[in-house]
């Protein structure tokens, strides 16, 4: 199994252009969920689902969307991007909503906005 | 609001000394509180989480309720415990509410 899968690892982009974070998990997860880190802010939650077809915001969600028409999937949109929009972010996911709380993280894509 | 703060953002410890990397979170509920862990070049996983009340890696961790506290213990730390920590907060669904982080590091 790859996990979860992230792609590009980074990206720089100009104000006000858009791009698409890929996330994909081959674990069959019901649950996937996309976090913003940055420094000395810890993790930040911008919005997840909770299965094909779901998704709600969390507490960053301003300037993102998301869809999520498979299980596999969860991509995530940035409109037009912000330097305040430079992070890191990482996808998750986890079997359950019920499943205690473990999450699968994938390796993050660092993208800067200028 | 659920806020989970992680006080120390560098902590440094010899080899061999004991480590407690300090949680402290506020909830109305029931909290489910977990700690996870991201050594270098490596993606974050899960450490330890309150429920399963057990020892991962020497790592023990106790909820306390009256403190509002998550503290993170190892009596012995040893040099690949190096790593950035962070206590997070199960808000529902799974919805993560983390911490700021606390980068450690174990001097040989």
């Known amino acids: 199994n790859a996990g979860v899968t992230q792609t590009p690892k980074f990206q720089v982009l100009k104000t006000g252009q858009s791009m698409t974070l890929q996330c994909a998990q081959d674990m069959n997860h019901e649950y996937m969920s996309w976090y913003r880190q940055d420094p000395g802010m810890g993790l930040r939650l911008i919005h997840y689902?909770?299965?094909?077809?779901?998704?709600d915001q969390g507490e960053v969600p301003n300037g993102y969307n998301v869809s999520r028409s498979t299980t596999e999937d969860f991509p995530l949109r940035l409109l037009s991007a912000a330097p305040s929009q430079t992070s890191v972010y990482f996808c998750?996911?986890?079997?359950?909503?019920?499943?205690?709380?473990?999450?699968?993280f994938g390796p993050g894509t660092r993208l800067t906005v200028l | 609001a659920q806020r989970v703060t992680q006080p120390e953002k560098l902590l440094s410890v010899f080899k061999g000394a004991p480590v407690e990397l300090k949680c402290n979170y506020s909830?109305?509920?029931?909290?489910?509180l977990f700690w996870y862990v991201q050594y270098s070049r490596q993606r974050l996983q899960l450490l330890l989480r309150?429920?399963s009340r057990e020892s991962i890696k020497g790592f023990t961790a106790d909820l306390n309720k009256g403190e509002t506290s998550f503290h993170l213990k190892k009596p012995f730390a040893q040099e690949e415990d190096s790593a950035m920590y962070y206590c997070a907060l199960g808000e529902g669904a799974q919805k993560l509410v983390f911490g700021q982080g606390t980068r450690l590091t174990i001097n040989p």
């Open positions: 998750a996911s986890s079997y359950s909503i019920n499943s205690g709380g473990e999450q699968f």
């Open positions: 909830y109305s509920g029931s909290p489910e």
């Open positions: 309150h429920i």
């Open positions: 689902s909770v299965g094909a077809g779901i998704t």
